[in-house]
């Protein structure tokens, strides 16, 4: 049998068994669905592809790159052991996180898109939501984060020590997003056990926030990260901007974008030097 057709099998098999409430894709109608688990353009929108390829991966008539195994390997929560299998299965080596440890480099494509973005404020995180880089935008009108390493340069624990900016999201949002990070660490963390510096921060927003254990110890919730917000500005007093976080398969990195609506472009809620 061919590897591809190994490779269909076993996606199949993994996205049957997926409810959308497990990965926080919303409910759609009909009620009653007719597949078991997530459906194929369901999966194809976690993972940043189109429905057909999902289907003709499963098919055996296209072959994976590996950025994507990796994408579905998150989409579908899958444990080490079975991400493992899956590259396998695609014919790559074993899953970048076999040491243990969160990769901390921007790659080439990450870089690409920081240099080629230059009309919306763009910033590039790890897994565990640290941010790595980001473009002159992002810096001027969003966001100010230290130069140094550190922790004051992680999304989450800002969120949860109020370190961070004062962006303003009206309460269900602001619980969501929450909600939302503190999964996506828990991830990390469950793909990621080799990693001290992860380990040790866990542990201090533990000690530091009762609403971080409450989420931390809650069953995963739907929840995504497609938002609209106020944040301040030092230039212009404050920006409404929609949020959307793209990931980036190789590396594991996630790319946050802030973009204001035409509307607010043209009444000057961005400089224009992002117009």
């Not at 993972?47 to 790159?65: A, F, N, T």
């Not at 898109?113 to 939501?129: H, I, S």
């Not at 995963?220 to 497609?226: D, K, M, Q």
């Given at each position: 049998?061919?590897?591809?057709?190994?490779?269909?099998?076993?996606?199949?098999?993994?996205?049957?068994?997926?409810?959308?409430?497990?990965?926080?894709?919303?409910?759609?109608?009909?009620?009653?669905?007719?597949?078991p688990g997530l459906r194929r353009d369901e999966l194809a929108g976690l993972v940043g592809v189109s429905e057909e390829h999902v289907k003709r991966l499963e098919q055996g008539r296209r072959r994976?790159?590996?950025?994507?195994?990796?994408?579905?390997?998150?989409?579908?929560?899958?444990?080490?052991?079975?991400?493992?299998?899956?590259?396998?299965?695609?014919?790559?080596?074993?899953?970048?996180?076999?040491?243990?440890?969160?990769?901390?480099?921007?790659?080439?494509?990450?870089?690409?898109?920081?240099?080629?973005?230059?009309?919306?404020?763009?910033?590039?995180?790890?897994?565990?939501?640290?941010?790595?880089?980001?473009?002159?935008?992002?810096?001027?009108?969003?966001?100010?984060?230290?130069?140094?390493?550190?922790?004051?340069?992680?999304?989450?624990?800002?969120?949860?020590?109020?370190?961070?900016?004062?962006?303003?999201?009206?309460?269900?949002?602001?619980?969501?997003?929450?909600?939302?990070?503190?999964?996506?660490?828990?991830?990390?963390?469950?793909?990621?056990?080799?990693?001290?510096?992860?380990?040790?921060?866990?542990?201090?927003?533990?000690?530091?926030?009762?609403?971080?254990?409450?989420?931390?110890?809650?069953?995963?919730?739907?929840?995504?990260?497609?938002?609209?917000?106020?944040?301040?500005?030092?230039?212009?007093?404050?920006?409404?901007?929609?949020?959307?976080?793209?990931?980036?398969?190789?590396?594991?990195?996630?790319?946050?974008?802030?973009?204001?609506?035409?509307?607010?472009?043209?009444?000057?809620?961005?400089?224009?030097?992002?117009?």
């Amino acid at each position: 049998m061919r590897t591809d057709d190994d490779f269909g099998t076993a996606l199949r098999g993994l996205r049957r068994r997926v409810t959308p409430d497990e990965v926080g894709v919303p409910a759609s109608l009909p009620a009653v669905r007719r597949v078991p688990g997530l459906r194929r353009d369901e999966l194809a929108g976690l993972v940043g592809v189109s429905e057909e390829h999902v289907k003709r991966l499963e098919q055996g008539r296209r072959r994976p790159s590996p950025g994507v195994v990796d994408a579905l390997a998150r989409a579908l929560r899958l444990t080490p052991a079975e991400h493992t299998r899956l590259r396998a299965l695609a014919g790559f080596a074993a899953t970048p996180e076999a040491d243990g440890r969160v990769p901390r480099e921007i790659t080439e494509t990450a870089r690409r898109m920081l240099d080629r973005l230059t009309e919306v404020a763009v910033c590039v995180c790890d897994a565990t939501w640290t941010v790595l880089a980001a473009n002159d935008l992002w810096h001027s009108d969003v966001c100010t984060v230290p130069d140094t390493p550190g922790r004051d340069r992680n999304v989450v624990w800002r969120a949860f020590t109020e370190t961070g900016p004062s962006v303003f999201r009206v309460p269900e949002k602001l619980a969501g997003f929450r909600a939302t990070v503190v999964a996506e660490l828990r991830d990390a963390a469950r793909r990621y056990p080799a990693d001290a510096e992860l380990s040790s921060m866990i542990a201090d927003l533990r000690d530091r926030s009762p609403e971080f254990v409450r989420l931390w110890d809650a069953p995963p919730s739907p929840g995504g990260h497609a938002d609209r917000l106020r944040v301040p500005s030092p230039v212009h007093g404050h920006l409404d901007l929609d949020l959307d976080v793209l990931t980036l398969g190789p590396g594991d990195l996630r790319v946050v974008v802030y973009t204001a609506s035409a509307a607010e472009e043209a009444e000057g809620a961005l400089p224009a030097a992002a117009r």
